[in-house]
């Protein structure tokens, strides 16, 4: 999934259809869950989401500092091809998943 901002929404799992955002004030656990379980198959994020998320929630950066790290290293895996972000959109857009999944990040 690719966050271009924190207005992108979950497509799919626990929290489908919520902002980024939302759901980093209600339940940063799954985020952080989402990052480090699933790493660039579900979790990109744009170079503005990224400075979001530091001036909006730094408590998150903070208590979680080794995610930014992550976030970095999955966005750099993109950073090679020139056309990245839309060859994301592409393989998300085209990509099967079952409706009925639930993350449990228990």
């Given amino acids: 999934m690719f966050f271009e901002s924190l207005s992108s929404e ?3 799992g626990k929290f489908k259809g919520y902002e980024l955002g939302e759901v980093l004030m209600c339940a940063p656990e799954y985020v952080k869950w ?17 400075e979001e998320i530091e001036s909006i929630f730094p408590e998150f ?10 976030i970095k290293e999955i966005q750099e895996e ?10 994301l ?18």
């Fill in 10 to 12: 979950f497509e799919y």
């Fill in 34 to 50: 989402a990052i480090e379980k699933t790493g660039g198959d579900v979790c990109v994020f744009s170079d503005r989401t990224i």
């Fill in 61 to 70: 950066v903070k208590s979680n500092p080794q995610l930014l790290e992550i």
């Fill in 78 to 87: 993109y950073y090679w091809e020139e056309d990245w972000e839309e060859e």
């Fill in 89 to 106: 959109r592409e393989r998300e857009h085209n990509r099967k998943y079952d409706p009925s999944a639930y993350w449990n990040t228990d």
